[in-house]
């Protein structure tokens, strides 16, 4: 029979940016887990399951790999053989730290669900479960918003990676380790900025900023400086939003990456245009178009920035081009984010539609505006805003009432909207 390649297996590895070595060293952890004993699993095992040459794993690395992603065997493409192919599946494997997030989802205390007890060695499979971690906080965010909820499992989750330090087996995993909490420690922050909560934002960014060094990760390091250049421009510190994208830009990770680079292009000309240098910052609006056409859009990426796409630039340029006074731009603009947003970017969809209803407003379409700005509640379905979509609903009242002073429509707005999107 002619190998085929176990596309399944090689499309989760890409989406956590592991390598051959690392997965074998994984799985050979969780063997140690069940036997006392470290598995034999090499990279050249991984790379035979990746060619197809190997289709059914010995059971106890099915075991392994059970463990370590998830996933059983066969939703990982392996085909089981001969008398295999009666074999039941493996029991589902419990996963703690999952039904610890969700129980962040809805409302309840991080720490709700006591944690595993921690192995006494610490590897690649551990890393892999706190990565996971990371990426459940990220599809929480994308939903409800920054809240309080969120900042104490990231923090508890930055916790955890620290924790295993004095554990780890190798310099490799400790790095990663590092890593894992200056991500949880960025997310605390970012929480907190999306809140509108900015006092503890900046000694959560410092932390990060440390861990990512003692990591010696340029690509946390970016998503720190990315933070720090949307919490001055929060603060109105328009100078220190442009120095900290700036730091972005030269971090290693922007120059071998083009989707960095745009990022970090389109941080800059938000700052830009805030400090009244339009035309400057429509240049970079051009170099982050020009870096984002060059990126792979299936290509792996951490998930920090699993958010940055065609989408998220058209919004970014949204704001450049309001601020720069084109609020026609800014509402075609806003449109193609809508046009280009993933179905469960629920909080980006409603912070968008706010935007496009600024853009309306400042071309004096009052009743269009209102209509708009009003689909920002059904958008958000009753969940609590977060502070920074308040702010901006706040800035189109303002605008509305000066723009419209006599108006009924604006009064109307006014009077059904304000206990919504007003603090409790």
Known sequence: MAKTRNADLAAWMKQRQMSANE??????DTIRGFTGRAGTTSERTVFRWLSGENRWPQERQRRALQTVTGLSATALGFLPRGKHQSVP???EVPDVRRRRFCSAATGAAAAAVTPAPRPSRVGTSDVIRLRDDVERLVALDASRGGHNTLEQAALAGAGE???LQGKSTTQRVRQRLYALASDFTATAAWSLIDAGQLDGAG?????????AGLAQDSEMAMQVWNLRAMLARQRK???EAVAAAQAAQATAVVRRS????????ARVAVGLVHSGNSRAALRCLDRAEDALAKADPAGPRATWIS????????ALTAIVRDVAGHPAEAEAASHRALAALPGSYRRNRAHTTARLALAQLHQDDIDQACATSGTVFTIMDGAPLPGRMRQLLGDFQRD???RAPTARIAHEWSDRYRTEWSPS
């Open 23 to 28: 997965l074998a060293g994984a799985v050979n």
């Open 258 to 265: 083009p989707l960095h680079a745009s990022l970090a292009q």
């Open 237 to 239: 510190r328009y100078p």
């Open 161 to 163: 990676a620290l924790s």
């Open 203 to 211: 000694r959560h960014l410092d932390r990060a900023l440390t861990l």
């Open 89 to 91: 599946a493996l029991p």
């Open 400 to 402: 509305l009432i000066a």
């Open 307 to 314: 958010f940055y796409g065609p989408a998220e630039l058209y």
